[in-house]
């Protein structure tokens, strides 16, 4: 049986889940994807951005002060696992994963809070 201190450092040592996330409105379903290498964190930043009214997605920010907390889901879309190596980058990993993401659910102009993609870019 492992003791208590045991548990709280493999905790600690437990790397926090990373992958792609989504804001969705649930008024309207317009959606915005983001990506971390720490998902709870990113998602409690996020939360707490749009509670200060301090969120850089003005579109966002505003939808949030017009229909409320309770109107939003926060949801993990994919998550990466650890890298095998430990001295592997996951950032491009997360990036290309991301980015699928975002050609899947395309949420641009009435379907979500990002620009579309410049073409030729």
Same mark, same amino acid.
């Given at each position: 049986?492992?003791?208590? &201190? @045991? #548990?709280?450092? /493999?905790?600690? =040592?437990?790397?926090?889940?990373?992958?792609? %996330? *989504?804001?969705?409105? +649930? $008024?309207?379903?317009?959606?915005?994807?983001?990506?971390?290498?720490? !998902?709870?964190? *990113? !998602?409690?930043? $996020?939360? %707490? +951005?749009?509670?200060?009214?301090?969120?850089?997605?003005?579109?966002? +920010?505003?939808?949030?002060?017009?229909?409320?907390?309770?109107?939003?889901? %926060? @949801? $993990? #879309?994919?998550? #990466?696992?650890?890298?095998?190596?430990?001295? /592997?980058?996951?950032?491009?990993?997360?990036?290309?994963? =991301? /980015?699928?993401? !975002? @050609?899947? !659910?395309?949420?641009?102009? @009435? &379907?979500?809070?990002?620009?579309?993609? +410049? $073409?030729?870019?």
């Amino acid at each position: 049986m492992s003791s208590r &201190a @045991e #548990l709280k450092r /493999a905790y600690k =040592e437990k790397p926090p889940p990373m992958g792609v %996330f *989504a804001v969705r409105c +649930q $008024v309207h379903g317009k959606v915005l994807v983001g990506s971390s290498l720490n !998902l709870p964190g *990113a !998602l409690n930043r $996020v939360r %707490f +951005q749009l509670d200060m009214g301090s969120h850089p997605c003005v579109e966002l +920010q505003e939808d949030w002060r017009r229909h409320g907390s309770d109107s939003f889901s %926060f @949801e $993990v #879309l994919d998550e #990466l696992r650890p890298p095998e190596d430990p001295g /592997a980058d996951p950032k491009e990993e997360l990036r290309v994963l =991301e /980015a699928l993401w !975002l @050609e899947r !659910l395309q949420p641009y102009g @009435e &379907a979500g809070y990002h620009r579309p993609p +410049q $073409v030729g870019t």
